[in-house]
T-cell receptor, first 110, second 115 residues
Framework: DQQVKQNSPSLSVQEGRISILNCDYT??????FLWYKKYPAEGPTFLIS?????DKNEDGRFTVFLNKSAKHLSLHIVPSQPGDSAVYFC?????????FGAGTRLTVKP | DADVTQTPRNRITKTGKRIMLECSQT?????MYWYRQDPGLGLRLIYY???????NKGEISDGYSVSRQAQAKFSLSLESAIPNQTALYFC??????????????FGPGTRLTVL
């Protein structure tokens, strides 16, 4: 029973363009949402988060949008850079119970 | 130096063997976690510990046990390894006192193969 789903296993974009990664969840009790980035042979690293009381959080080139009514969040990367190529995991938590999506592999082409 | 370290980084073992994966952290966090990652499934929680005396089962604890030897150390054991425990294992830590609910910090992972 996957409570957090990332339906696109991969995404390819051109350098300088926008990357949009999507995530859906089923548990309405989740109150905190995160995006992690993972390079090969490394552990996931925290990228950006958003509380359920907000609908947008921005940090430099990265913006996370939360649509609670649709149980959907997205990560926008503008402009995309080749160094952004990685696997991106979305996660949702209710207290200590954190659930992860399967990940989306982003490739940014020069 | 890395804040969260895992040993070994890679391990190949045979069915039925006992295996221990170790995690150490220098972040001073009270909470520690063990996850496994399988293709197409993301990360799933095996066990978590909120302090040395507090151990809790996660989503997929069957076949695993843990030991919290100190605030900085959290070990995961496979008492009798089986092939479907072949996966990438991650340790993580968090500190809810920072005000950002359960942002977790991960180690580099241990790739375990059970033949």
């Amino acid at each position: 029973d996957q409570q957090v789903k990332q339906n696109s296993p991969s995404l390819s974009v051109q350098e300088g363009r926008i990357s949009i990664l999507n995530c859906d969840y089923t548990n309405s009790m989740f109150d905190y949402f995160l995006w992690y980035k993972k390079y090969p042979a490394e552990g996931p690293t925290f990228l950006i988060s958003i509380s359920s009381i907000k609908d947008k959080n921005e940090d430099g080139r990265f913006t996370v949008f939360l649509n609670k009514s649709a149980k959907h969040l997205s990560l926008h990367i503008v402009p995309s850079q080749p160094g952004d190529s990685a696997v991106y995991f979305c996660a949702a938590s209710e207290g200590h119970d954190m659930r992860f999506g399967a990940g989306t592999r982003l490739t940014v082409k020069p | 130096d890395a804040d969260v370290t895992q040993t070994p980084r890679n391990r190949i073992t045979k069915t039925g063997k006992r295996i221990m994966l170790e995690c150490s952290q220098t972040k001073g966090h009270d909470r520690m976690y063990w996850y496994r990652q399988d293709p197409g499934l993301g990360l799933r929680l095996i066990y978590y510990s909120f302090d040395v005396k507090d151990i809790n089962k996660g989503e997929i604890s069957d076949g695993y046990s843990v030991s919290r030897q100190a605030q900085a150390k959290f070990s995961l054991s496979l008492e009798s390894a089986i092939p479907n425990q072949t996966a990438l294992y991650f340790c993580a830590t968090s500190d809810p006192g920072q005000g950002t609910t359960d942002t977790q910090y991960f180690g580099p992972g241990t790739r375990l193969t059970v033949l």
